[in-house]
Each structure stands twice: as structure tokens, then as C-alpha cells.
């Protein structure tokens, strides 16, 4: 219960896209590309536009190990692209 | 232990920063596979073994690596293969509130073991640590980000060490510094033969109690493919550090290479890293 409050509590603290913080929205970048991610709402994940990859979110956790990172096929890529909802995370 | 530090000049270099998606399939390779799951596997019993192993000795050697990182308040600062986060809360206290945190591991369950000691924890200034899965091969954090980097007991554990050097001082501010502790591979026959012996009749026996023998067995590979004080401050200055200078400590089982302070210009960035024999894989 404890560690679920606490976890709930890492995604809401600092207003920072999506409900990440802002601090990691500030100094977080794609580990491949080295350009912005961007926070997507719907899959809960960081994407990275420049080389097509999706990086998961995990208890809180930005996953961005580049063998972790999965490979957006053009469809999803272009639904994502055109999302409203999806934040930019670091200009 | 020993530490290294080390002045390099602060233009990232020219690298391409665009890499082809096929590197996302190919970048890790099968050894850094297998030391992935490897920390994993021995992430419920890390800091227990850390504090038998080297009879607590491995608090201190972590509160000097902090301290010559010369973190200070309102830093932003990465402490790099954080494991269960040590390091890391012992940085939080040096920036307090007003400052930053990220730790980095590519371990989740390491990761998760830390997340955990943080919600355990009381103090304000511990809820400034950002946890992130990464690989130290390719940091995920813009150029030129961190007042300070601290790598405890992982350098020696990356494939390719000249890219993780480079990496680190890429995120690195012009002035910085990086304070890498890990075990000394030393070049004394003595020094050499002590630890050897110390793994195999000590260490690995006790991790047997664990289950964890062919783990810790890797504890003796992983050092004897390290890298000496002096290869160490060859390996920061070919990274862009302008200078690097590697201290062994505790009788040569330890040691610590600091950077030139005369160095430092905004031209300039410089790192320490320290190295030490006992304690953590």
C-alpha cells in the first residue's frame, strides 16, 4: 500500500510532461539519438521521433536502455505524430 | 581503492549523435547481457554482502568518492551504475534540496531495490534522487548537464570503457568533475596476489553461502580485465579529460587519481576517479 502511494506520488510530482518530473524533462534525452523525447499519454512511454523507438515508463522509471527501446511501426508512429494528447518532454 | 581524476577539453566531440535504428537491436552485447542479469540476480543480497565483504569498509571508501566528487549544494549531479543507490543518497545530502539527483543503472531490479530504500528513508533532501534504467555506454541526458558524476563499482563492469569515459565527460559541465571508485588493479605482484587470494578464500566462500559462487567468481575475471591507475588515466585523457591522475590507497589495495586544478578553465572539463580492491562486484 505503502510503496503504491509512493509510486503514485513519483508520477504526479513536478508537473514536468505527462506527470513526469521536471527535472527529468529537462536533462533527459534519447539515448540513441541524443534528441528530445516526447511523453506519450496513451502508451505511457518516452518516444523518440528522430530514430522511431518507444521507451516504457516502469513504476515510475524512465526504461531507456536502448535494447529495451521498441521499434514504432509507421502506422502507430504517424497516430502518435498527430496526438494531441502527447507532450513534447524536452525542447 | 584508488582515484583518478582529470582534465579534458569540453568540446563534445563530433561524434554523430543520430545512430540507426538498427543500433537499438545491436548496441548491448552478449557479455553486457549477461552482466545484466547477473546484478539482477544478486540484487536481494547486494548490500548485505557489501557490508560483510568489506567489513563496512565500502561506506567509507563511497563517502570519499562523494567527497572528491566536490558535489556541493544546488548541484546537478549523476551518479552512474548507481546499483541499490548508495551513492546516491550520500549525494543527495551534498546538494540538498535545491539541487539534483539522477541515478543510473542498467539493472531494474537494482533499480527497484533503491527505489524502495528511498521511500524508506526520512530525510527531504533524499527525494531529490531520480531513478532511470540506462546504459552507461549511451547516457540518455543532454550535453554539458552535470556539476558532477560519480561511478561507484561499475566502470570495470562496462564492455567498452573508452565510450563510457567519453559519455561521462560529455555530460559533464566545462570545470567539472568525475569521481570514479572502484578495486584497484594493481600492479604490485604482492598487491595482486593478496587480493586473488582474498577473493578466492574469502569472497567467493562466503557468496557460496548465498548461492551465489559462479557471481562472485566473476568478481576475479572482471578485475584481472580492468584497467591499471596509469591505463585508467590514459583511458580519461583520450576521453577529452585535460588532466587525470590516479591515487592508490589503502596499502595499493585502494587508490584515487584528482584532477589539475590549474587546468580548469571554461575550456576545460576534469573528472576523478577512484579505485578501490574490497567489497562490491
Redesign the interface.
Known sequence: M??TA?LLLRHSVGGGAGGI?Q??A??????????P?RYCESSGSLVSD????SFPI????????????K?LDHDQEKAEDGSTKDSSY?Q | MAALTAAIPSAPGPAA?????A???C??SSAA?ERQALFSRIAPVYDHLNDVLSLGQHRTWKRICVSWSRAKRGD?VLDLCCGSGDLAFLLSQKVGLDG?V?AVD?S?QQ??TA??RQ?QRWKPCHKNI??????AL??????C?FDAVTVGYGLRNVVDKPKAMREIFRVLKPGSRASILDFNKSSSLFTTSLQSWMIDNVVVPLASGYGLTEEYKYLKSSILQYLTGKELEELAKEAGFSAAKHYELGGGLMGDLERCDQNQTPEIKSGTVKYQHAGNI
Request: proline share 7%; glycine share 8%.
Open positions: 505503502r510503496r509512493a518530473p527535472a527529468l529537462d536533462a533527459l534525452v534519447c539515448p540513441l539519438s541524443k534528441k523525447l528522430a530514430v522511431g523507438v516502469v513504476d515510475g522509471i524512465p526504461c531507456l536502455v536502448p535494447k529495451d527501446g521499434l524536452n | 549523435r543520430r545512430r540507426g535504428v543500433a537499438v537491436r548496441c548491448s547481457d546537478r539534483q539522477m542498467f531494474s533499480l527497484q527505489a524502495s521511500d531520480k531513478w532511470i534504467e540506462g546504459d549511451d547516457l540518455p541526458f543532454v550535453d548537464y
